[in-house]
C-alpha cells in the first residue's frame, strides 16, 4: 500500500502470495438496472441463518441494489437457499469464489463481481447491520469513503456470540481506539461499507482467518486519509445457529499482528487522525437529531 505522506511511509506490511483472481458470476445472474449498493455475503453452510438474512435485506432494502451471495465450495448448503429465493429478488447472484477459502478471498471475488460504485460487507449470521445500511449509505452519499458499524459507542451494542470472543473484541477495541488513536471505536467488526474504487488502494495481506481483514482495512483507512464514518447498531450474532469459523489460538494471532502493524503505523503518522463522522439511527435516539 502506498503511504498516504512519503516523508512519513506505512511499515511494509506482512506479505501473503497472491492467488489470483475471482470468477464470474454463475450463469443466470440479474441483469436488472444499475444498483446503487453491493452487498457481499461471504457464506459457509449458512442456509439458516442465510433465509432470515435475505428476506430482511429484499424488506428492508428499498432502493436498486445487488445481493452477492458469495461460497468457496459448490456443495455449500446455502446455495439452494439462493436457488429457491433468485425468482423472487431481483439482483440475488450466487458467486463461486476460486481465490482460496476464507472470507478475504471471498470478499476478494464480490468486489470483483459487484457491479456498484458501493460496497457493503456484511455477515450472514448477523442481521444488525442490515437495520443501518441507509444510514451507513447516507454518510456515503455526504462523501464519505469508508463507514465502519460500531457495537461498542454512540448506543451501539453486541448481543450473542462466543463469550470469550466478545471480552477480546472488546478490550482490543478499547485498546486500540485509545492507544493508537484510531478513529473507530470498533475496527474489528466485519460491517464496513466503501467506494469499490479503492478497494485495490488497500493492498489486503491478511491471512484468511476469521475476519481480520476487516480489522485491517480500518486500519489502513485511517492511514490512507479517507473520509471516515461510524454508526452504531445493536449486533445480533448467531441468532439462528449456523457453524462459526472462530478459534481463540488462530484468530488472537492474526488480530494482534494487525494490532501491532496499526501501532507501528501510529507513531509514523505525521499527526493525529481525524474523527469519524457519526451517524446515530433515529430509532436508537428518538428524540434526538439523527446527525451529530
Not at 481483514?213 to 452504531?232: D, N, R, S, T, Y
Amino acid at each position: 500500500m502506498n503511504a498516504p505522506n512519503q516523508d512519513h511511509p506505512l511499515p511494509a506490511p506482512p506479505a501473503v502470495p497472491s492467488r489470483g483472481p475471482a470468477e464470474t458470476p454463475a450463469p443466470g445472474a440479474s441483469t436488472a438496472a444499475q444498483p446503487e449498493l453491493s452487498v457481499l455475503l461471504p457464506v459457509r453452510n449458512e442456509e439458516m441463518n442465510l433465509r432470515v438474512m435475505l428476506r430482511i435485506l429484499q424488506t428492508v432494502l428499498e432502493f436498486p441494489h445487488e445481493v452477492l451471495v458469495i461460497h468457496d465450495t459448490p456443495d455449500d448448503r446455502s446455495i439452494p437457499v439462493v436457488r429457491e429465493l433468485q425468482p423472487r429478488y431481483p439482483g440475488l447472484r450466487l458467486i463461486h469464489n476460486t481465490l482460496g477459502r476464507g472470507v478475504i478471498n471471498a470478499v476478494r471475488a464480490g468486489v470483483a463481481a459487484a457491479r456498484a460504485e458501493t460496497v457493503v460487507i456484511l455477515c450472514a449470521d448477523d442481521t444488525g447491520p442490515v437495520l443501518v445500511i441507509e444510514d451507513m449509505l447516507a454518510l456515503m452519499r455526504e462523501g464519505c469513503d469508508f463507514v465502519s458499524v460500531t457495537r461498542y459507542a454512540h448506543g451501539g451494542r453486541r448481543l450473542g456470540g462466543s463469550l470469550i470472543g466478545g471480552l477480546l473484541s472488546r478490550t482490543a477495541n478499547w485498546l486500540f481506539h485509545r492507544l493508537v488513536r484510531s478513529p473507530f471505536t470498533d475496527a474489528t467488526t466485519g460491517g464496513k461499507m466503501f467506494r469499490r474504487a479503492l478497494f485495490e488502494k488497500f493492498d489486503l495481506q491478511s491471512r484468511p482467518v476469521g475476519w481480520a481483514f476487516a480489522f485491517e482495512m480500518a486500519i489502513k483507512a485511517q492511514h490512507l486519509g479517507l473520509k471516515l464514518g461510524e454508526v452504531p447498531l445493536v449486533s445480533i450474532d448467531r441468532l439462528f445457529g449456523g457453524q462459526s469459523s472462530f478459534r481463540v489460538g488462530p484468530w488472537v494471532k492474526e488480530y494482534l499482528r494487525w494490532f501491532l502493524w496499526g501501532v507501528r503505523a501510529a507513531w509514523k503518522a505525521p499527526r493525529r487522525p481525524e474523527p469519524a463522522r457519526v451517524r446515530v439511527p433515529v430509532f436508537y435516539q428518538p428524540t434526538a437529531d439523527a446527525h451529530r
